[in-house]
């Protein structure tokens, strides 16, 4: 099955912000972004527990959200060798099995507080919700 990715329209939102901020920040998590998209291979890596990327330019990481994991299935990419802000944000997802879809949910600061409680991550749980993951 091939896989795609999508981006929700809150995470449209938070690069809109970002651009604002930093548009060399917003071209790397884009370039990042459009590789994935086109990258089967990538795409297929996005499911693993913990996986680090050392390939590729920029290079990541992914991890579980592991306060949310047992009730929704998040992961968060970190990259690495980016510039500005683009360092300090996480991609987040979620991976939609029926559609064969990942979906970028938010691109979030590296420092929030990652608590269920949090409004960022209420707002990334309502996201998963709107499109049937939970």
Do not use: N
């Amino acid at each position: 099955m091939r896989h795609s990715l999508r981006l929700h329209p809150d995470a449209e939102g938070d690069l809109d912000a970002l651009f604002e901020e930093d548009e060399d920040a917003y071209a790397a998590i884009v370039a990042f972004i459009e590789e994935a998209q086109a990258s089967q291979v990538m795409l297929e890596r996005m499911t693993s527990a913990e996986y680090e990327d050392k390939i590729h330019t920029p290079g990541f990481d992914i991890k579980r959200w592991q306060a949310l994991w047992r009730t929704v299935p998040l992961w968060r990419i970190r990259l690495f060798g980016v510039p500005g802000k683009a360092a300090s944000r996480r991609i987040v997802y979620t991976f939609h099995p029926g559609e064969g879809k990942f979906y970028i949910l938010g691109v979030i600061p590296r420092d929030f507080d990652y608590e269920p409680s949090h409004p960022l991550s209420k707002r990334i749980i309502r996201a998963c919700e709107d499109i049937g993951v939970s």
